[in-house]
């Protein structure tokens, strides 16, 4: 069945790929981003099944005159896949306050300012579809990682309670947790890198960086297939409302789930039996 798609960050990588795949696949598609030029281009150009409109997400203004312009042309919105990201790598005391907010910005309150000009769409269809792509690192924090595992993390968060929020409205949400997938993160543009020097992490940070530059293009996900599984689960009748993607991600997720249960386990000597042991008047 056909649906009416809206991708952000479909200008490179994985946004373009399922921007490909759901034309491909016969839906009606916005595909949107910073550079409408360059995601029309690269998606082959003028097409009946496509609209491309710019959608820089850290603008509330760009998202609701996407949302606009998605409904002038195909008359709803079905799905909304929150793409669009990028990745401030570094040691916490190496990431400025200003590297920090930006990551935030476009991580968290981008996708939010897009669903926030979707949702009354969505709503009023009674009906819709938001799917956002976190991460692995939402779920599981790692070295050199704080910046992006702090937005991923907070996004998981967002995305958890915005499910009760919107379920009254038939409206589903997916929360999507890939692995390594070769797609452009790690390219220059899409990673940045952190704009302090601390001496005691000098010794730590370039080798860190070495290998990141290393990885990209040697990543084992295929981005397509992560693009026809995401199609998949928009055409469920009851959608998943987690999708963990890659062998990578489901070990971590599996790691991370005994891991909380053990921590869960230890605390509950000290911390299972905290309640006031009398009613106070």
Known sequence: MSKVILVTGAGRGLGTDIAREALAAGHQVVATGRRPDEVEKILGGPQDNLLVTKLD?????????????????FGRIDVLINNAGNLFTGYFEEISPTQMRQQFETNLFGPMNVTRAILPILRKQ??????????????????FTSAYAASKFAEE?????????V??????????????FRTEL????????????IDDYTPRTA?????MKAMNGQ????PAKLARALLA????????????????AIEAAEAKARELLAQADASRALGGNLTYDHIHA
């Open 233 to 248: 689960i928009a055409g469920q009748d009851e959608p998943l409302p987690r999708f963990i993607a890659g062998a990578d």
């Open 167 to 180: 379920a009254p409205y038939n409206i589903h949400t997916t929360v999507v947790e890939p692995g390594y």
């Open 207 to 211: 080798p860190r960086i070495e290998g």
């Open 57 to 73: 997400v850290t603008s509330l203004e760009d998202a609701e005159a996407a949302a606009r312009a998605a409904v002038d042309r």
């Open 126 to 143: 009674r009906a819709g579809h938001v799917i956002t792509i976190t991460s692995t690192a939402g779920l599981v924090g790692m070295e």
């Open 157 to 165: 968060g967002w995305m958890e309670s915005l499910r009760h929020d």
């Open 219 to 222: 990543q084992p996900g295929d």
């Open 186 to 197: 790690l390219v220059d543009g899409s990673t940045i890198w952190p704009e302090l020097s």
